[in-house]
């Protein structure tokens, strides 16, 4: 574990955690290492997508001096709704009765961990918690809870080629950049997004948790490119095949004041590829992509057959549950819901 990462956790008895999103920082600006969150210049959420969360403008200027030291009332109200939406997630999905739960790699997901770890030893002590990177990692042993690595659960469970259960993970909690109207998500902002797959795979439920913000009707919305982590040599082959594909100005991600070119858990690169807003998935028969216009499924797919392309941020098609009633073994991602916490304190819920 990086000891440098910030400790999470206020205090063993309460499990609060004073910065949720501390313990996904603290690698060198050089590395992602799904903890780098603080994207690079080019990778912005649109203004009018932050400013939701504003309830007024200052009106007293003398105030300017003491309010400066203060949180942002925006960044409490984000912070709260993510809360919310969290634990509304596990009261209605998390059971003692679970041997693996899945956690992502989001801030977010701090508030699930947080909520999880309020149940007590009599509950947790039953249970490994996979992560899917290495904040994850630390967010889990910070909270007092007992990890488990993909390539371990794999050994732990066994091989059994006759089974027909390819889901040992009983549910997994995880945000996402965007979500559309039929729960295809945009992931991969931390960097994080073949691990996430991976897990996801191997869930039988992924629950996403967000703040209101990250709902849109269609993705590319609000979130404006599409991660795709790619082989290191492969990058600037990569780049110019997503440029033949419509993406306008895909770009190598960076990190840190000298833009030092963003390395993964995985030891990949990461391009961040704009497209135009996608469309939804039912919406198939008016994809055009010799002008750039695509549903989700077809977008995955095409930038998957790229050569040097490890995998890709979106997480559409089917879901866990579909994937083991249908017995079928292509990957099942997608999550079966969505909460989304408002600056209000109230919760919607998608799925």
């Given at each position: 574990?990086?000891?440098?990462?910030?400790?999470?956790?206020?205090?063993?008895?309460?499990?609060?955690?004073?910065?949720?999103?501390?313990?996904?920082?603290?690698?060198?600006?050089?590395?992602?290492?799904?903890?780098?969150?603080?994207?690079?210049?080019?990778?912005?959420?649109?203004?009018?997508?932050?400013?939701?969360?504003?309830?007024?403008?200052?009106?007293?200027?003398?105030?300017?001096?003491?309010?400066?030291?203060?949180?942002?009332?925006?960044?409490?109200?984000?912070?709260?709704?993510?809360?919310?939406?969290?634990?509304?997630?596990?009261?209605?999905?998390?059971?003692?009765?679970?041997?693996?739960?899945?956690?992502?790699?989001?801030?977010?997901?701090?508030?699930?961990?947080?909520?999880?770890?309020?149940?007590?030893?009599?509950?947790?002590?039953?249970?490994?918690?996979?992560?899917?990177?290495?904040?994850?990692?630390?967010?889990?042993?910070?909270?007092?809870?007992?990890?488990?690595?993909?390539?371990?659960?794999?050994?732990?469970?066994?091989?059994?080629?006759?089974?027909?259960?390819?889901?040992?993970?009983?549910?997994?909690?995880?945000?996402?950049?965007?979500?559309?109207?039929?729960?295809?998500?945009?992931?991969?902002?931390?960097?994080?997004?073949?691990?996430?797959?991976?897990?996801?795979?191997?869930?039988?439920?992924?629950?996403?948790?967000?703040?209101?913000?990250?709902?849109?009707?269609?993705?590319?919305?609000?979130?404006t490119y599409v991660p795709v982590e790619v082989s290191p040599m492969g990058a600037e082959y990569v780049r110019r095949e997503l440029l033949r594909l419509g993406s306008a100005d895909p770009k190598i991600r960076t990190s840190g004041p000298t833009f030092i070119r963003t390395i993964t858990d995985n030891h990949n690169h990461i391009i961040d590829a704009p497209f135009k807003t996608l469309l939804l998935n039912s919406e198939a028969d008016k994809a055009d992509p010799s002008n750039g216009i695509w549903t989700p499924d077809a977008l995955l797919a095409r930038i998957k057959n790229i050569f040097g392309v490890l995998e890709v941020g979106i997480f559409s098609g089917l879901n866990g549950p579909q994937?083991?009633?249908?017995?079928?073994?292509?990957?099942?991602?997608?999550?079966?819901?969505?909460?989304?916490?408002?600056?209000?304190?109230?919760?919607?819920?998608?799925?």
């Open positions: 574990m990086n000891s440098s990462l910030p400790r999470a956790v206020t205090s063993t008895s309460t499990r609060r955690f004073a910065n949720p999103r501390a313990v996904f920082r603290g690698c060198p600006a050089s590395t992602a290492r799904c903890t780098q969150l603080v994207a690079a210049p080019h990778i912005r959420l649109s203004l009018n997508r932050l400013v939701t969360f504003s309830t007024s403008t200052r009106k007293n200027k003398g105030k300017e001096g003491a309010m400066a030291s203060a949180p942002a009332p925006t960044t409490n109200l984000i912070e709260s709704a993510k809360r919310a939406a969290c634990r509304q997630a596990v009261a209605d999905y998390f059971s003692p009765s679970f041997t693996y739960v899945g956690i992502g790699s989001g801030s977010t997901v701090a508030y699930v961990v947080e909520a999880i770890a309020e149940q007590g030893p009599s509950v947790t002590s039953k249970m490994k918690f996979v992560p899917t990177g290495s904040g994850s990692t630390a967010l889990i042993r910070n909270a007092g809870l007992s990890v488990l690595q993909v390539p371990d659960l794999l050994l732990e469970v066994g091989f059994h080629p006759e089974s027909t259960d390819h889901q040992p993970i009983d549910i997994y909690f995880d945000g996402a950049d965007e979500v559309d109207a039929e729960l295809n998500c945009i992931k991969g902002g931390g960097a994080c997004h073949f691990q996430e797959k991976l897990v996801s795979r191997l869930s039988k439920r992924f629950i996403c948790v967000a703040d209101s913000r990250k709902k849109a009707g269609r993705l590319l919305t609000g979130w994937v083991a009633q249908l017995g079928t073994d292509v990957e099942g991602v997608k999550p079966v819901k969505a909460y989304f916490g408002r600056p209000d304190g109230q919760v919607e819920t998608l799925g």
